[in-house]
């Protein structure tokens, strides 16, 4: 079926089963791929015999490639359209998954981690664009929260459901499954999704894409939310399951079983982001307003793991992922903000940002950590943990107290306008 990406014509069901349940496959792989080195970290790092600072390496290497193909991939998206490039990129991620199965050592895996990333650095890229060629702007804030929601689905079966695959196989099996349902993935997105036609016209160049950032809502909203972002992805995939097991002291089921349980809450999280978010554009609230207060709270909760929370670590666990889920309202507010047709480039310019900072807040809370020596049960203190949180609390506290600053003046501006309404109208209705 052809039709223009300006004026769809499939009906809300088919739109559900031909476009968002494909590519919502494709990017439910890559939550789990992503996140699934926080099971495996005890496994790795008994093979392998690695440092905080190489585990977090080997996991970061994932949002290293997955940065480094943005805007490759987003010129191809609006250049080509997301079905022919997502087959393509889950080919290669299956690629990928092969060579981690089959990798003897810390190179070869890294290698294997960075081409799996490369390959998966579409999939939430691609949705956006065909969800956006589909549906109209104003749904778009609920369905990319159902997307994320997806995503989170992923992540939870990063954990329990991944443990319990481990009793019947080991993570080379795993990941040779991985690389098979990847390319079913892309194969699906290819036979079942519909053809919309290519765009005509110049192609896309990375000035266009760089364009992007010069735009004010895209600026304003990655001053407030990148950090946090970044900050979310980068400590999810990995160090919550190495700070409950070091900290907490849990032993690997019970590390597995809470990771489940934060991991689901992102499900839940996101839906609740995208109602919240449509709910508080019905009655005028902006949804920058909507980040700046998650944000706040996202904070709140990484403050109470730097003054060592103790009554609940538990619950901090399943706090940080699933008020962090709200760090993903940028996707929908710079959507919202742009052209159609600009959304490949938004995306991929949102996401370059993103896993760049996740790659070094990955790596770097590994670094720090590594500062430490551990204990005889190759545990590292808590106070490891809480320099290396808070330090990321410090990253994000100036993005979050500028927009404040920056929202004050606004509002008394607003406030002095109204006043100066009111008077001048109180007074033509005076007696002269």
């Given at each position: 079926?052809?039709?223009?990406?300006?004026?769809?014509?499939?009906?809300?069901?088919?739109?559900?089963?031909?476009?968002?349940?494909?590519?919502?496959?494709?990017?439910?792989?890559?939550?789990?791929?992503?996140?699934?080195?926080?099971?495996?970290?005890?496994?790795?790092?008994?093979?392998?015999?690695?440092?905080?600072?190489?585990?977090?390496?080997l996991?970061?290497?994932?949002?290293?490639?997955?940065?480094?193909?943005?805007?490759?991939?987003?010129?191809?998206?609006?250049?080509?359209?997301?079905?022919?490039?997502?087959?393509?990129?889950?080919?290669?991620?299956?690629?990928?998954?092969?060579?981690?199965?089959?990798?003897?050592?810390?190179?070869?895996?890294?290698t294997?981690?960075?081409?799996?990333?490369?390959?998966?650095?579409?999939?939430?890229?691609?949705?956006?664009?065909?969800?956006?060629?589909?549906?109209?702007?104003?749904?778009?804030?609920?369905?990319?929260?159902?997307?994320?929601?997806?995503?989170?689905?992923?992540?939870?079966?990063s954990?329990?459901?991944?443990?319990?695959?481990?009793?019947?196989?080991?993570w080379?099996?795993?990941?040779?499954?991985?690389?098979?349902l990847?390319?079913?993935?892309?194969?699906?997105?290819?036979?079942?999704?519909?053809?919309?036609?290519?765009?005509?016209?110049?192609?896309?160049?990375?000035?266009?894409?760089?364009?992007?950032?010069?735009?004010?809502?895209?600026?304003?909203?990655?001053?407030?939310?990148?950090?946090?972002?970044?900050?979310?992805?980068?400590?999810?995939?990995?160090?919550?399951?190495?700070?409950?097991?070091?900290?907490?002291?849990?032993?690997?089921?019970?590390?597995?079983?809470?990771?489940?349980?934060?991991?689901?809450?992102?499900?839940?999280?996101?839906?609740?982001?995208?109602?919240?978010?449509?709910?508080?554009?019905?009655?005028?609230?902006?949804?920058?307003?909507?980040?700046?207060?998650?944000v706040?709270?996202?904070?709140?909760?990484?403050?109470?793991?730097?003054?060592?929370?103790?009554p609940?670590?538990?619950?901090?666990?399943?706090?940080?992922?699933?008020?962090?889920?709200?760090?993903?309202?940028?996707?929908?507010?710079?959507?919202?903000?742009?052209?159609?047709?600009?959304?490949?480039?938004?995306?991929?310019c949102?996401?370059?940002?993103?896993?760049?900072?996740?790659?070094?807040?990955?790596?770097?809370?590994?670094?720090?950590?590594?500062?430490?020596?551990?204990d005889?049960?190759?545990?590292?203190?808590?106070?490891?943990?809480?320099?290396?949180?808070?330090?990321?609390?410090?990253?994000?506290?100036?993005?979050?107290?500028?927009?404040?600053?920056?929202?004050?003046?606004?509002?008394?501006?607003?406030?002095?306008?109204?006043?100066?309404e009111?008077?001048?109208?109180?007074?033509?209705?005076?007696?002269?």
């Amino acid at each position: 079926m052809e039709t223009d990406q300006s004026t769809p014509r499939l009906s809300g069901v088919a739109v559900f089963f031909y476009v968002f349940l494909p590519f919502a496959l494709g990017h439910y792989l890559s939550s789990l791929l992503r996140n699934v080195n926080a099971v495996l970290a005890p496994q790795l790092v008994g093979a392998l015999a690695l440092t905080p600072g190489q585990l977090g390496l080997l996991t970061s290497a994932f949002f290293f490639a997955f940065a480094l193909v943005q805007l490759p991939v987003g010129i191809a998206l609006d250049r080509h359209g997301p079905r022919k490039v997502q087959l393509y990129l889950m080919l290669l991620a299956a690629c990928g998954a092969l060579m981690f199965a089959n990798g003897h050592s810390f190179a070869q895996l890294v290698t294997a981690r960075a081409i799996i990333g490369c390959g998966l650095g579409g999939c939430f890229m691609s949705a956006v664009k065909a969800i956006s060629i589909w549906i109209s702007p104003r749904r778009l804030p609920s369905v990319q929260g159902y997307l994320i929601a997806v995503g989170g689905l992923g992540a939870a079966s990063s954990t329990m459901p991944v443990r319990a695959l481990l009793q019947h196989t080991d993570w080379r099996g795993l990941f040779m499954l991985l690389a098979l349902l990847s390319a079913c993935s892309g194969l699906l997105i290819w036979l079942v999704s519909p053809r919309a036609k290519p765009p005509g016209g110049k192609a896309p160049t990375v000035r266009s894409v760089l364009d992007v950032y010069r735009t004010p809502a895209f600026r304003a909203t990655i001053s407030l939310v990148l950090v946090p972002h970044a900050t979310f992805f980068g400590i999810q995939g990995l160090w919550i399951g190495r700070w409950l097991s070091d900290v907490a002291r849990f032993p690997d089921a019970a590390v597995a079983y809470l990771l489940y349980m934060s991991m689901a809450s992102v499900i839940f999280g996101a839906i609740a982001v995208g109602m919240i978010t449509e709910w508080a554009g019905r009655r005028g609230i902006a949804a920058m307003d909507v980040a700046a207060a998650g944000v706040a709270l996202f904070v709140l909760v990484q403050a109470a793991v730097v003054f060592n929370y103790r009554p609940s670590l538990q619950l901090l666990s399943v706090l940080f992922t699933l008020v962090g889920t709200i760090t993903g309202i940028e996707y929908a507010i710079v959507s919202q903000s742009l052209p159609r047709e600009l959304t490949g480039r938004a995306a991929t310019c949102l996401n370059l940002l993103i896993f760049i900072g996740a790659f070094l807040v990955q790596a770097g809370f590994g670094q720090l950590v590594g500062f430490w020596r551990p204990d005889l049960g190759g545990h590292y203190p808590a106070q490891a943990y809480r320099v290396a949180f808070g330090m990321l609390v410090l990253l994000q506290l100036p993005g979050l107290v500028s927009y404040f600053l920056r929202r004050r003046p606004v509002e008394c501006g607003i406030a002095l306008l109204a006043q100066k309404e009111d008077y001048e109208i109180g007074s033509l209705r005076s007696p002269r």
